[in-house]
Protein backbone atom coordinates (compact mmCIF):
# COMPACT_ATOMS: atom_id res chain seq x y z
CA UNK A 1 0.00 0.00 0.00
CA UNK A 2 1.14 3.39 -0.31
CA UNK A 3 2.56 5.14 2.97
CA UNK A 4 3.05 8.39 1.86
CA UNK A 5 3.27 10.65 -1.31
CA UNK A 6 5.84 12.80 -1.52
CA UNK A 7 6.90 15.77 -4.23
CA UNK A 8 10.64 14.58 -4.95
CA UNK A 9 13.82 16.92 -5.68
CA UNK A 10 16.31 15.93 -8.48
CA UNK A 11 19.70 16.05 -8.48
CA UNK A 12 20.01 19.38 -9.64
CA UNK A 13 17.85 20.51 -6.76
CA UNK A 14 14.56 20.96 -8.80
CA UNK A 15 11.37 19.64 -8.25
CA UNK A 16 10.64 16.75 -10.33
CA UNK A 17 7.57 14.64 -10.06
CA UNK A 18 6.81 12.60 -7.63
CA UNK A 19 8.00 9.87 -4.84
CA UNK A 20 6.22 7.39 -3.32
CA UNK A 21 7.20 5.39 -0.30
CA UNK A 22 5.40 1.55 -0.22
CA UNK A 23 5.09 -0.86 2.24
CA UNK A 24 4.16 -4.52 1.57
CA UNK A 25 3.05 -6.75 4.77
CA UNK A 26 3.78 -10.41 4.31
CA UNK A 27 2.61 -13.09 7.20
CA UNK A 28 5.13 -14.83 8.76
CA UNK A 29 2.70 -16.78 11.03
CA UNK A 30 1.62 -16.54 14.86
CA UNK A 31 0.24 -13.26 14.19
CA UNK A 32 3.62 -11.74 12.68
CA UNK A 33 4.32 -10.21 9.41
CA UNK A 34 7.68 -8.77 7.51
CA UNK A 35 7.55 -5.24 6.13
CA UNK A 36 9.11 -4.76 2.98
CA UNK A 37 9.06 -0.52 2.41
CA UNK A 38 10.11 0.76 -1.42
CA UNK A 39 10.17 3.99 -3.56
CA UNK A 40 8.88 4.36 -6.92
CA UNK A 41 9.03 7.92 -8.61
CA UNK A 42 6.18 9.48 -10.92
CA UNK A 43 5.29 12.08 -13.24
CA UNK A 44 1.72 12.53 -11.44
CA UNK A 45 -0.20 11.25 -8.96
CA UNK A 46 -3.79 10.51 -8.91
CA UNK A 47 -5.18 10.42 -5.90
CA UNK A 48 -9.05 8.08 -6.34
CA UNK A 49 -9.44 6.71 -2.74
CA UNK A 50 -13.08 7.40 -3.09
CA UNK A 51 -14.89 9.83 -0.45
CA UNK A 52 -16.37 6.76 2.51
CA UNK A 53 -13.77 5.90 3.86
CA UNK A 54 -12.89 7.92 7.02
CA UNK A 55 -16.11 8.59 9.55
CA UNK A 56 -17.03 11.63 10.38
CA UNK A 57 -17.93 11.74 14.02
CA UNK A 58 -20.19 14.15 15.51
CA UNK A 59 -19.07 16.74 18.41
CA UNK A 60 -22.15 15.87 21.03
CA UNK A 61 -20.99 16.04 25.09
CA UNK A 62 -21.10 12.10 25.99
CA UNK A 63 -20.60 10.64 23.18
CA UNK A 64 -16.89 9.53 23.86
CA UNK A 65 -17.73 8.07 27.13
CA UNK A 66 -20.82 6.02 25.77
CA UNK A 67 -18.45 4.77 22.68
CA UNK A 68 -15.65 3.65 25.13
CA UNK A 69 -18.21 1.78 27.58
CA UNK A 70 -20.41 0.46 24.77
CA UNK A 71 -18.24 0.23 21.68
CA UNK A 72 -20.30 -2.45 20.37
CA UNK A 73 -23.44 -0.65 20.93
CA UNK A 74 -22.61 2.64 19.84
CA UNK A 75 -21.39 2.59 16.59
CA UNK A 76 -21.32 4.78 12.93
CA UNK A 77 -22.93 4.24 9.43
CA UNK A 78 -20.09 2.63 8.31
CA UNK A 79 -20.10 -0.73 10.78
CA UNK A 80 -23.66 -1.44 9.51
CA UNK A 81 -24.19 -4.95 8.10
CA UNK A 82 -27.25 -6.66 8.60
CA UNK A 83 -30.87 -5.74 10.58
CA UNK A 84 -31.10 -8.89 12.40
CA UNK A 85 -28.46 -7.75 15.03
CA UNK A 86 -31.01 -5.29 15.90
CA UNK A 87 -34.39 -7.62 16.51
CA UNK A 88 -36.19 -6.56 19.30
CA UNK A 89 -34.30 -3.35 19.99
CA UNK A 90 -34.87 0.02 20.74
CA UNK A 91 -32.33 1.83 18.25
CA UNK A 92 -31.65 5.46 18.28
CA UNK A 93 -30.28 6.70 14.18
CA UNK A 94 -28.39 10.22 14.28
CA UNK A 95 -28.89 11.45 10.91
CA UNK A 96 -31.26 11.14 8.16
CA UNK A 97 -29.39 11.58 4.92
CA UNK A 98 -28.77 8.62 2.30
CA UNK A 99 -27.41 6.29 5.49
CA UNK A 100 -29.56 7.17 8.14
CA UNK A 101 -32.77 6.86 6.14
CA UNK A 102 -32.02 3.94 4.05
CA UNK A 103 -30.44 1.96 7.68
CA UNK A 104 -33.70 3.40 9.21
CA UNK A 105 -35.81 0.99 6.88
CA UNK A 106 -33.73 -1.82 6.97
CA UNK A 107 -34.01 -2.48 10.33
CA UNK A 108 -37.41 -0.97 10.94
CA UNK A 109 -39.10 -4.47 10.09
CA UNK A 110 -36.81 -6.58 12.95
CA UNK A 111 -36.32 -3.17 15.49
CA UNK A 112 -39.52 -2.02 18.49
CA UNK A 113 -39.11 1.18 18.23
CA UNK A 114 -36.29 3.40 15.89
CA UNK A 115 -35.56 6.68 16.97
CA UNK A 116 -34.38 9.20 13.79
CA UNK A 117 -32.48 12.08 15.19
CA UNK A 118 -31.63 15.38 13.03
CA UNK A 119 -29.42 18.03 12.89
CA UNK A 120 -31.05 22.11 12.33
CA UNK A 121 -28.33 23.77 9.86
CA UNK A 122 -28.61 27.35 8.17
CA UNK A 123 -28.16 26.24 4.94
CA UNK A 124 -30.28 25.68 1.36
CA UNK A 125 -27.85 24.00 -0.75
CA UNK A 126 -28.80 20.65 -0.20
CA UNK A 127 -31.92 18.36 -1.27
CA UNK A 128 -34.58 19.14 1.61
CA UNK A 129 -35.17 16.51 4.03
CA UNK A 130 -38.41 15.54 2.78
CA UNK A 131 -36.81 13.84 0.31
CA UNK A 132 -35.66 11.25 2.69
CA UNK A 133 -38.56 11.28 5.37
CA UNK A 134 -41.01 10.31 2.61
CA UNK A 135 -38.55 6.72 2.28
CA UNK A 136 -38.91 6.01 6.34
CA UNK A 137 -41.77 3.74 7.79
CA UNK A 138 -44.43 5.20 9.39
CA UNK A 139 -44.10 4.01 13.00
CA UNK A 140 -40.20 5.56 12.70
CA UNK A 141 -40.16 8.02 15.85
CA UNK A 142 -38.73 11.23 14.81
CA UNK A 143 -36.59 13.10 17.57
CA UNK A 144 -34.76 16.62 17.08
CA UNK A 145 -31.31 17.76 17.58
CA UNK A 146 -29.06 15.44 20.58
CA UNK A 147 -27.57 17.91 22.90
CA UNK A 148 -25.70 15.28 24.93
CA UNK A 149 -24.91 11.73 26.11
CA UNK A 150 -25.48 12.13 29.80
CA UNK A 151 -22.92 9.97 32.12
CA UNK A 152 -23.89 6.22 33.05
CA UNK A 153 -22.66 5.23 35.89
CA UNK A 154 -20.05 2.07 35.76
CA UNK A 155 -21.93 -1.18 36.02
CA UNK A 156 -25.05 -0.34 34.53
CA UNK A 157 -26.45 -1.61 31.06
CA UNK A 158 -26.83 1.33 27.94
CA UNK A 159 -30.36 0.73 28.75
CA UNK A 160 -29.75 2.91 31.72
CA UNK A 161 -28.12 5.93 30.12
CA UNK A 162 -30.02 8.83 29.46
CA UNK A 163 -29.86 11.13 26.37
CA UNK A 164 -31.02 14.61 26.32
CA UNK A 165 -32.43 16.71 23.35
CA UNK A 166 -31.75 20.36 22.62
CA UNK A 167 -35.65 21.15 23.36
CA UNK A 168 -34.89 19.17 26.72
CA UNK A 169 -36.83 15.74 26.04
CA UNK A 170 -34.89 12.77 27.96
CA UNK A 171 -34.64 9.35 25.63
CA UNK A 172 -33.81 6.51 27.96
CA UNK A 173 -34.26 2.61 27.23
CA UNK A 174 -31.52 2.44 24.14
CA UNK A 175 -30.20 -0.76 23.49
CA UNK A 176 -28.25 0.38 20.16
CA UNK A 177 -27.06 4.24 18.84
CA UNK A 178 -26.19 4.11 15.04
CA UNK A 179 -24.34 7.21 14.00
CA UNK A 180 -25.14 7.85 10.59
CA UNK A 181 -23.26 10.89 10.08
CA UNK A 182 -21.53 10.65 7.19
CA UNK A 183 -17.78 10.92 6.00
CA UNK A 184 -14.91 12.77 6.33
CA UNK A 185 -12.10 13.44 3.44
CA UNK A 186 -8.80 11.43 4.60
CA UNK A 187 -5.62 11.36 2.76
CA UNK A 188 -3.16 9.73 5.53
CA UNK A 189 -0.62 9.54 2.51
CA UNK A 190 -0.17 13.71 2.09
CA UNK A 191 0.10 14.49 5.68
CA UNK A 192 2.74 17.29 4.87
CA UNK A 193 -0.84 18.69 3.63
CA UNK A 194 -2.67 18.86 6.18
CA UNK A 195 -3.13 22.58 7.96
CA UNK A 196 -0.76 22.48 10.89
CA UNK A 197 0.88 19.04 10.19
CA UNK A 198 3.89 18.43 11.98
CA UNK A 199 5.86 16.44 9.17
CA UNK A 200 9.60 15.58 8.64
CA UNK A 201 9.74 14.85 5.19
CA UNK A 202 12.44 12.10 3.99
CA UNK A 203 15.63 13.01 2.31
CA UNK A 204 15.24 13.82 -1.59
CA UNK A 205 11.61 15.44 -1.15
CA UNK A 206 10.39 18.88 -0.75
CA UNK A 207 11.05 19.95 2.38
CA UNK A 208 8.20 23.20 2.78
CA UNK A 209 4.69 22.71 1.70
CA UNK A 210 1.48 24.72 0.88
CA UNK A 211 -1.21 22.81 3.07
CA UNK A 212 -4.68 22.63 1.46
CA UNK A 213 -6.36 19.89 3.46
CA UNK A 214 -8.42 20.77 6.14
CA UNK A 215 -7.30 19.23 9.28
CA UNK A 216 -10.76 18.23 10.12
CA UNK A 217 -11.46 16.15 6.92
CA UNK A 218 -14.27 18.46 5.93
CA UNK A 219 -12.81 20.04 2.83
CA UNK A 220 -10.21 20.56 0.21
CA UNK A 221 -9.19 23.59 -0.74
CA UNK A 222 -7.07 25.18 -3.82
CA UNK A 223 -8.63 22.88 -6.74
CA UNK A 224 -9.38 23.66 -10.12
CA UNK A 225 -12.94 22.19 -11.03
CA UNK A 226 -12.41 20.11 -7.92
CA UNK A 227 -9.70 18.32 -9.78
CA UNK A 228 -5.75 19.64 -10.16
CA UNK A 229 -4.03 21.17 -7.45
CA UNK A 230 -3.71 24.56 -8.70
CA UNK A 231 0.17 25.14 -7.15
CA UNK A 232 1.12 21.52 -8.82
CA UNK A 233 -1.60 20.19 -11.04
CA UNK A 234 0.89 17.17 -11.45
CA UNK A 235 -1.10 16.35 -8.64
CA UNK A 236 -4.88 15.23 -8.83
CA UNK A 237 -8.06 14.30 -6.92
CA UNK A 238 -10.70 11.79 -8.74
CA UNK A 239 -14.24 11.67 -7.61
CA UNK A 240 -14.39 14.03 -4.65
CA UNK A 241 -17.63 16.02 -5.91
CA UNK A 242 -21.11 15.34 -3.73
CA UNK A 243 -24.43 15.65 -5.67
CA UNK A 244 -23.50 14.45 -8.99
CA UNK A 245 -23.77 11.20 -10.75
CA UNK A 246 -20.03 10.11 -9.64
CA UNK A 247 -19.59 7.69 -12.72
CA UNK A 248 -20.63 9.43 -15.33
CA UNK A 249 -19.00 12.96 -13.88
CA UNK A 250 -15.78 10.79 -13.39
CA UNK A 251 -15.60 10.53 -17.24
CA UNK A 252 -15.12 13.49 -17.92
CA UNK A 253 -13.19 14.21 -15.01
CA UNK A 254 -10.67 11.49 -16.19
CA UNK A 255 -10.95 13.12 -19.64
CA UNK A 256 -9.76 16.05 -18.82
CA UNK A 257 -6.72 14.89 -16.54
CA UNK A 258 -5.70 12.83 -20.27
CA UNK A 259 -5.82 15.45 -22.12
CA UNK A 260 -3.91 17.51 -19.73
CA UNK A 261 -1.08 15.44 -19.33
CA UNK A 262 -0.61 14.59 -22.68
CA UNK A 263 -0.63 17.96 -23.89
CA UNK A 264 -3.79 17.97 -25.97
CA UNK A 265 -5.67 20.23 -23.49
CA UNK A 266 -4.30 23.23 -21.99
CA UNK A 267 -5.07 24.58 -18.28
CA UNK A 268 -5.40 28.62 -17.80
CA UNK A 269 -2.51 30.42 -15.91
CA UNK A 270 -1.73 29.53 -12.54
CA UNK A 271 -3.25 33.38 -11.90
CA UNK A 272 -6.78 32.36 -13.78
CA UNK A 273 -7.05 29.12 -12.08
CA UNK A 274 -6.65 31.03 -8.75
CA UNK A 275 -9.19 33.67 -9.99
CA UNK A 276 -11.89 30.92 -10.84
CA UNK A 277 -11.04 29.04 -7.29
CA UNK A 278 -11.69 32.00 -5.88
CA UNK A 279 -15.06 32.45 -7.75
CA UNK A 280 -16.05 29.41 -6.84
CA UNK A 281 -15.75 29.47 -3.29
CA UNK A 282 -17.83 32.58 -3.27
CA UNK A 283 -20.84 30.65 -5.43
CA UNK A 284 -20.36 27.60 -2.92
CA UNK A 285 -20.63 29.88 -0.10
CA UNK A 286 -16.96 29.65 1.17
CA UNK A 287 -14.86 27.07 2.66
CA UNK A 288 -16.67 23.94 4.44
CA UNK A 289 -18.35 21.09 3.97
CA UNK A 290 -20.44 22.14 1.22
CA UNK A 291 -17.46 23.50 -1.06
CA UNK A 292 -17.86 20.23 -3.41
CA UNK A 293 -20.95 19.30 -3.33
CA UNK A 294 -22.57 20.41 -6.81
CA UNK A 295 -25.87 19.01 -7.16
CA UNK A 296 -27.90 18.62 -10.36
CA UNK A 297 -27.37 22.58 -11.88
CA UNK A 298 -23.43 22.52 -11.18
CA UNK A 299 -23.34 19.02 -12.27
CA UNK A 300 -24.38 19.90 -15.73
CA UNK A 301 -23.12 23.21 -16.28
CA UNK A 302 -19.64 21.68 -15.35
CA UNK A 303 -19.83 18.82 -18.31
CA UNK A 304 -20.51 21.74 -20.45
CA UNK A 305 -17.88 23.18 -19.45
CA UNK A 306 -15.28 19.77 -19.94
CA UNK A 307 -16.93 19.07 -23.68
CA UNK A 308 -16.58 22.45 -24.63
CA UNK A 309 -13.04 23.36 -23.74
CA UNK A 310 -11.72 19.47 -24.43
CA UNK A 311 -13.48 19.77 -28.17
CA UNK A 312 -11.63 23.29 -28.50
CA UNK A 313 -8.43 21.65 -27.42
CA UNK A 314 -8.80 19.00 -29.98
CA UNK A 315 -9.30 21.36 -32.69
CA UNK A 316 -6.48 23.22 -31.56
CA UNK A 317 -3.79 20.10 -30.55
CA UNK A 318 -5.46 17.29 -32.10
CA UNK A 319 -7.35 14.47 -30.54
CA UNK A 320 -11.13 13.68 -30.33
CA UNK A 321 -13.83 15.35 -29.86
CA UNK A 322 -15.61 13.62 -26.67
CA UNK A 323 -19.82 13.90 -26.44
CA UNK A 324 -22.06 14.92 -23.80
CA UNK A 325 -23.92 12.63 -21.43
CA UNK A 326 -26.88 10.27 -23.62
CA UNK A 327 -29.97 11.94 -24.28
CA UNK A 328 -31.79 9.78 -21.79
CA UNK A 329 -30.00 10.33 -19.11
CA UNK A 330 -32.28 13.19 -17.62
CA UNK A 331 -35.44 10.90 -18.02
CA UNK A 332 -33.63 8.03 -16.12
CA UNK A 333 -33.15 9.85 -13.40
CA UNK A 334 -36.52 11.42 -13.60
CA UNK A 335 -37.69 7.56 -13.49
CA UNK A 336 -35.29 6.60 -10.60
CA UNK A 337 -35.93 9.57 -8.75
CA UNK A 338 -40.06 8.52 -8.85
CA UNK A 339 -38.83 4.80 -7.78
CA UNK A 340 -36.90 6.04 -4.95
CA UNK A 341 -38.31 8.82 -3.28
CA UNK A 342 -42.32 8.37 -5.03
CA UNK A 343 -42.02 11.76 -6.77
CA UNK A 344 -40.07 14.35 -7.91
CA UNK A 345 -37.46 15.93 -5.50
CA UNK A 346 -38.84 18.65 -2.87
CA UNK A 347 -38.66 22.51 -4.68
CA UNK A 348 -36.90 24.51 -1.76
CA UNK A 349 -39.74 26.86 -1.77
CA UNK A 350 -42.12 24.03 -1.60
CA UNK A 351 -44.17 23.43 1.55
CA UNK A 352 -44.14 19.84 2.30
CA UNK A 353 -44.24 16.93 4.57
CA UNK A 354 -40.83 18.23 6.19
CA UNK A 355 -42.28 21.24 7.77
CA UNK A 356 -44.85 19.33 9.31
CA UNK A 357 -42.53 16.93 10.73
CA UNK A 358 -40.37 19.17 11.77
CA UNK A 359 -43.12 21.78 13.09
CA UNK A 360 -44.23 18.62 15.36
CA UNK A 361 -40.59 18.74 16.94
CA UNK A 362 -41.53 22.61 17.85
CA UNK A 363 -38.54 23.49 15.48
CA UNK A 364 -38.44 26.35 13.23
CA UNK A 365 -39.28 26.10 9.53
CA UNK A 366 -40.54 28.19 6.37
CA UNK A 367 -42.70 31.16 7.14
CA UNK A 368 -46.19 32.57 5.43
CA UNK A 369 -43.53 33.80 2.85
CA UNK A 370 -41.33 30.51 1.87
CA UNK A 371 -38.33 31.57 3.79
CA UNK A 372 -36.81 29.16 6.50
CA UNK A 373 -34.98 30.72 9.49
CA UNK A 374 -33.69 27.29 10.00
CA UNK A 375 -33.43 24.16 8.16
CA UNK A 376 -32.54 20.69 8.03
CA UNK A 377 -29.32 19.81 5.75
CA UNK A 378 -29.43 16.44 5.06
CA UNK A 379 -25.89 15.89 2.99
CA UNK A 380 -24.00 12.76 2.87
CA UNK A 381 -21.45 13.97 4.71
CA UNK A 382 -20.97 15.46 8.36
CA UNK A 383 -23.93 17.31 8.53
CA UNK A 384 -26.61 15.32 9.12
Not at 118 to 141: A, D, K
Not at 267 to 284: C, G, I
Request: charged share 15%.
Amino acid sequence: RVATVEKRINAEGEEQGWRLWLKSLVSTGNNTSRATWWTEDFDAVVVATGQYNAPAMPSIPGLDHWMRRFPGLVRHSRQYRRPQAYANQTVLIVGASVSGSEISRDINPWAATVYQSFQVRNTTVHHRLENFVLRLPGNTTFVGELKSFLPIPEGTPIQSGLIELINGTIISGVDSVILATGFRYSFPFLPQYYDSALYMPHEGSVATVSPFLAFDGSHLRGLHLDLFYIRDPTLAFLGLNLGAQPFAYSGYLCLALANVWSNTAKLPSSQTMWKMHEQLVVDRGEYGINIQFLGPERFTDNIRYFIGWLNQAATEYGGRQIDGLPKYSAEVSHYWVIAQYGGPLALQERPSVEEAVLESLGLATASASGKATQRYDPVYDDAW
